[in-house]
Protein backbone atom coordinates (compact mmCIF):
# COMPACT_ATOMS: atom_id res chain seq x y z
CA UNK A 1 0.00 0.00 0.00
CA UNK A 2 1.52 3.77 -0.95
CA UNK A 3 2.60 5.68 1.90
CA UNK A 4 0.11 8.18 0.70
CA UNK A 5 -2.79 5.72 1.04
CA UNK A 6 -1.94 4.67 4.29
CA UNK A 7 -1.39 8.39 5.59
CA UNK A 8 -5.09 9.24 4.11
CA UNK A 9 -7.27 6.43 4.93
CA UNK A 10 -9.61 6.81 7.31
CA UNK A 11 -8.87 6.53 10.79
CA UNK A 12 -11.05 5.22 13.90
CA UNK A 13 -9.88 8.13 16.19
CA UNK A 14 -7.37 11.84 15.54
CA UNK A 15 -4.80 12.56 17.83
CA UNK A 16 -1.94 13.79 16.22
CA UNK A 17 -1.92 16.24 12.89
CA UNK A 18 0.84 15.68 10.11
CA UNK A 19 0.33 18.48 7.26
CA UNK A 20 2.41 18.07 4.37
CA UNK A 21 2.95 20.23 1.33
CA UNK A 22 4.03 18.98 -2.10
CA UNK A 23 5.45 22.14 -3.77
CA UNK A 24 7.04 23.01 -7.17
CA UNK A 25 10.34 23.88 -4.79
CA UNK A 26 9.84 20.79 -2.46
CA UNK A 27 8.14 18.95 -0.03
CA UNK A 28 6.96 21.14 3.28
CA UNK A 29 6.28 18.57 6.70
CA UNK A 30 4.98 19.98 9.91
CA UNK A 31 4.10 16.86 12.34
CA UNK A 32 2.00 18.28 15.77
CA UNK A 33 1.92 15.40 18.44
CA UNK A 34 -0.65 15.66 21.73
CA UNK A 35 1.59 15.62 24.96
CA UNK A 36 0.62 14.11 28.43
CA UNK A 37 -1.19 17.52 29.71
CA UNK A 38 -2.89 16.72 25.83
CA UNK A 39 -1.89 19.62 24.32
CA UNK A 40 -1.05 19.57 20.70
CA UNK A 41 2.82 20.92 19.96
CA UNK A 42 4.76 21.53 17.03
CA UNK A 43 6.68 17.69 17.27
CA UNK A 44 8.40 18.57 13.85
CA UNK A 45 8.69 21.05 11.32
CA UNK A 46 10.78 21.15 8.17
CA UNK A 47 11.20 21.85 4.05
CA UNK A 48 13.00 19.80 1.81
CA UNK A 49 14.02 20.85 -1.25
CA UNK A 50 13.19 17.76 -3.13
CA UNK A 51 11.65 17.69 -6.15
CA UNK A 52 11.91 13.90 -7.20
CA UNK A 53 8.66 11.89 -6.28
CA UNK A 54 10.73 8.83 -5.41
CA UNK A 55 12.64 10.59 -2.95
CA UNK A 56 9.90 12.62 -1.44
CA UNK A 57 8.66 9.09 -0.44
CA UNK A 58 11.24 7.90 0.69
CA UNK A 59 11.35 11.24 3.39
CA UNK A 60 7.67 10.29 3.95
CA UNK A 61 8.37 7.02 4.96
CA UNK A 62 11.29 7.71 7.17
CA UNK A 63 8.77 9.94 8.73
CA UNK A 64 6.18 8.09 9.27
CA UNK A 65 7.91 5.56 10.62
CA UNK A 66 9.65 7.75 13.24
CA UNK A 67 6.61 9.96 14.36
CA UNK A 68 3.86 6.93 13.38
CA UNK A 69 2.08 9.12 10.83
CA UNK A 70 -0.12 6.57 9.76
CA UNK A 71 -2.38 7.05 13.10
CA UNK A 72 -2.50 10.92 12.44
CA UNK A 73 -4.93 12.94 10.99
CA UNK A 74 -3.26 13.88 8.03
CA UNK A 75 -4.14 17.09 5.65
CA UNK A 76 -2.65 18.02 2.48
CA UNK A 77 -2.06 21.65 0.79
CA UNK A 78 -2.23 22.24 -2.23
CA UNK A 79 -0.65 25.02 -4.61
CA UNK A 80 -2.86 27.08 -6.92
CA UNK A 81 -1.38 25.22 -9.91
CA UNK A 82 -2.78 22.04 -8.67
CA UNK A 83 -6.41 22.37 -8.56
CA UNK A 84 -9.49 24.44 -9.85
CA UNK A 85 -11.99 26.52 -8.16
CA UNK A 86 -15.11 26.55 -10.25
CA UNK A 87 -18.52 27.95 -9.68
CA UNK A 88 -20.86 26.28 -11.85
CA UNK A 89 -24.57 26.29 -11.93
CA UNK A 90 -26.25 23.16 -9.60
CA UNK A 91 -27.71 19.74 -11.81
CA UNK A 92 -30.54 19.18 -11.32
CA UNK A 93 -29.95 15.30 -9.97
CA UNK A 94 -30.08 13.65 -6.58
CA UNK A 95 -27.31 13.94 -4.18
CA UNK A 96 -25.97 10.54 -4.58
CA UNK A 97 -25.65 11.53 -8.22
CA UNK A 98 -24.29 14.82 -8.12
CA UNK A 99 -20.06 14.05 -8.67
CA UNK A 100 -21.35 11.56 -11.80
CA UNK A 101 -23.29 14.39 -13.08
CA UNK A 102 -20.23 17.33 -12.52
CA UNK A 103 -18.21 14.95 -14.26
CA UNK A 104 -20.14 15.41 -17.44
CA UNK A 105 -21.24 19.38 -16.78
CA UNK A 106 -17.00 19.88 -15.53
CA UNK A 107 -15.55 18.12 -19.00
CA UNK A 108 -15.39 21.91 -21.35
CA UNK A 109 -14.46 23.59 -18.41
CA UNK A 110 -11.39 22.31 -17.77
CA UNK A 111 -7.67 21.70 -19.72
CA UNK A 112 -7.19 18.06 -18.06
CA UNK A 113 -8.97 14.92 -18.32
CA UNK A 114 -11.93 15.11 -15.74
CA UNK A 115 -11.24 10.95 -15.46
CA UNK A 116 -7.75 12.05 -13.92
CA UNK A 117 -9.38 14.37 -11.37
CA UNK A 118 -10.91 14.24 -8.08
CA UNK A 119 -13.84 16.08 -7.60
CA UNK A 120 -15.81 17.54 -4.71
CA UNK A 121 -18.44 20.05 -4.58
CA UNK A 122 -20.59 22.55 -1.48
CA UNK A 123 -23.55 24.78 -2.30
CA UNK A 124 -23.59 27.93 -1.91
CA UNK A 125 -26.28 30.09 -0.36
CA UNK A 126 -29.50 30.50 -2.18
CA UNK A 127 -29.15 33.96 -4.23
CA UNK A 128 -32.23 36.88 -3.12
CA UNK A 129 -33.44 36.34 -6.25
CA UNK A 130 -36.41 34.27 -7.09
CA UNK A 131 -35.48 33.74 -10.65
CA UNK A 132 -31.62 32.74 -9.82
CA UNK A 133 -30.42 29.26 -9.88
CA UNK A 134 -28.91 27.00 -7.40
CA UNK A 135 -24.74 27.29 -7.24
CA UNK A 136 -22.01 24.65 -6.48
CA UNK A 137 -18.31 25.49 -5.96
Known amino acids: MSILTKLFEKKDSFRDIVSVCF ?3 GLGIAIAKYNTENTLQLAFSE ?3 ETNIEAQ ?3 LRQLAGSYQLTECDTYLLLESRDYRHLSIEAPV ?3 H ?3 AALRWKVTDLVDF ?3 DACLDF ?3 PDAKHTNSKKMLR
Do not use: A, C, N, T
Request: aromatic share 14%; charged share 40%; no cysteine.
Open 57 to 59: EKI
Open 47 to 49: FFP
Open 23 to 25: LSQ
Open 122 to 124: YRL
Open 113 to 115: SVE
Open 97 to 99: EMK
Open 93 to 95: VED
